[in-house]
């Protein structure tokens, strides 16, 4: 068996790659990119949450995070209560957010992880 | 001897620096600049992939990318073919995409690569 | 106690996470934000060094850096002045810089530092 385990691989890319005890998620969107900013992020989160559960991890065990948003003057404050409500305030992740234009005009947020396993 | 080794260094960065079994590349250009994303894109891939093979790696081993391009509207069709081309299928990293002007304006796409030796 | 060590932790992301032998920064900004961009990059500087201090590293040790400028077009060049002032020469990271807004538009520079131990 591979020492890197990969799932979620559609055509050009893996969603969650595991080395070691290191998880690496795909920068991800949200599923219904008509929701406002604050729904994006939520539905974003939810998937992170179930991808790190597949791979033995889980949202106490995040490391790192970039937040990548579309408008980052309008948006920032609303991603941010999506962000805070699900945070796990006792194991908090270094984070960076900045302001990206994304794979298409009606993805406002994209979120990067990395955990332990 | 160090536990961290340097490769590829000019003169404000290092282009390869491994450590235990990881190795990070530091965000690739092209060399050729006049040439268009297609051909930057391809031109990075093939860099990649010697830096890979000189810190004993290779593109099966790649944990995850990030690629920025300069305009992504614009390029995210014609970046995606040379990747498509180049990525081996049965292992794909993890990627994220996003748009970033970058250290001139006539670099239209920069890669940044982590792999695991 | 836990494998992952964070310190520094505000109320929506850690300053510091360690995990085995890694050392993650968050995106970190000027204190000062009416400074201009080679002040406000050496005032990120000098909190890396910081930071990495308090976690048992220092700046000989960093792995990768992403610099993410508010405006690289104009403020490239004088980023690197302060970059160049404090780099380890010996020990250079690998490196990536974007364009990307900032959190507030008097962020004009965030650096994102990975360090081994």
């Not at 194991?91 to 332990?116: C, F, K, Q, W, Y």
Request: proline fraction near 2%; aromatic fraction near 6%.
């Amino acid at each position: 068996m591979s020492d890197i385990q990969r799932s979620g691989s559609g055509g050009r890319f893996s969603r969650t790659v595991v080395h070691g005890n290191i998880v690496y998620l795909c920068g991800i969107t949200a599923k219904d990119l008509a929701a406002d900013v604050t729904a994006q992020t939520r539905d974003i989160l939810n998937q992170i949450d179930a991808a790190l559960t597949e791979a033995g991890s889980d949202k106490s065990r995040i490391l790192t995070a970039q937040i990548w948003l579309q408008n980052i003057d309008r948006d920032f404050a609303a991603m941010n209560q999506a962000w805070d409500e699900w945070l796990d305030k006792a194991n908090m992740p270094t984070r960076a957010t900045g302001e990206s234009r994304l794979a298409s005009p009606d993805v406002l947020v994209e979120i990067i992880i990395t955990a332990a396993k």
